[in-house]
């Protein structure tokens, strides 16, 4: 290669290094860390220790869940979540309602969800 082309190709390959270098610096570093469930050190109670649950059944077809009316063991303000899973532990159905101050509450189901497809029912409380 002759020096006249040597010359001319440095500043590039100086320019591409220094470009490069700047873009590489200008990635911030990300650092994310991850706990297992369980893992931390603080408890976390509920006041809800025990639910009722009793199904409502369709007025045209009563082998179709129309919503489940439920009775906590104590007053409590904040959301509760009702869950249909089938017999696989996958989720059926769910939906939600808002509590202040009370023990008891109706979640219902649009549309109506077949008896024979629910296995389990979950009732979750998340405190304000």
Do not use: C, H
Request: proline residues 5%; aromatic residues 8%.
């Amino acid at each position: 290669m002759r020096s006249s082309t040597r010359k001319k190709l440095l500043p590039l390959v100086f320019a591409l290094v220094v470009t490069v270098v700047g873009a590489a610096l200008a990635v911030p570093l990300i650092t994310v860390n991850v706990q297992q469930l369980g893992a931390g050190s603080s408890v976390i109670t509920s006041d809800v220790k025990a639910a009722n649950v009793t199904w409502i059944l369709s007025s045209t077809n009563p082998d179709y869940i129309a919503g489940v009316s439920f009775t906590l063991d104590t007053n409590v303000t904040g959301t509760i979540y009702i869950k249909l899973y089938d017999s696989t532990g996958a989720l059926v159905a769910y939906n939600t309602t808002t509590l202040t101050n009370s023990t008891s509450g109706t979640v219902t189901f649009d549309p109506n969800i077949p008896l024979t497809k629910v296995a389990e029912v979950y009732v979750i409380y998340q405190g304000p």
